[in-house]
């Protein structure tokens, strides 16, 4: 309703034709989420143990060898049998379940390594080990919220504000056996969203989203903004109904009229689109996070 507004990514051309549309941008929460924690994750330290974390993987994917050594190794020390998996360097969860899956088979991959002269320098440190506990402890409660805020069957903007401060009071808050390295990844990620999607600018659509949505209301909204949302959310709801009263009496007339004269039943009118998107009380099995955000 009101204004038209469009989410997008960061391409020129996507914010060069919302500006010349006059549409309000509100950005993907995905692609913003991605930026957030590139930039939560830009540490020397993290550099480094990513680049010696892919030369581990990539020492096992190019023979099948040290495939078969591996798969022995986990074999004797009861480890699943499961393989790496190589990053996407678009997608940041591929780096997580990269760093999730080589912490999980490190001592059977070091027993391979360590075996060969020519590949015991890629073995992980200690300290390599520390800190992809700690940057896996900051991103993993993350990657479940990326597939289901970037879905494209169900609207999930609602959502926006609830997250957040999901993010703020769980997901990203501190924790007491945090190490400071996955304290300053969590405050990073959660600075940079905050500050994003504290524009004023973007402030009006998820609130009208999360006003609209009968499991949010008011809940998420700043208290300073709410009467004014909700008078906006009324103002809009009375165009709109204004709107399609006069667009109906221009469609009715004509058929009356033509009825009359050839007195012939008028034909039932096909429902609109928009009638198979009335809001029904079944539960959402698609989006699971919706009883986290409650």
Known sequence: MGIARGAT???????????LNDWTRLQCFGHRLHLAIERGVKVPQVDRAFEVCKKFVSAFSNTWKRQRELANAQTQLGLPAHKLITETPTRWASKQKMIERVLEQEKALTQVLQADKKTRHLALTWQD???????????????????????????????LKPVLHLFSEQVLKPQDDDTQLTKGIKKS????????????????LPDMASLLDPRFKTTYIQAERVDNMKVKAAAEMESLAAKQSKSAERVSVPQVEAAEESEVPAKKQKKSLGSFFKITSRKRQDFPQSERVH
């Open 129 to 159: 080990v520390d800190v992809l506990e700690s940057v896996n402890k900051a991103l993993s409660p993350l990657v479940e919220f990326t597939d289901a805020l970037s879905g494209e069957q169900y609207v999930s903007v609602s959502y």
């Open 9 to 19: 990514d960061n391409a020129t051309n996507n914010i060069r034709a919302l500006q």
């Open 189 to 204: 990620i959660l600075d940079y969203l905050n500050e994003k999607y504290a524009e004023q600018s973007t402030q009006e």
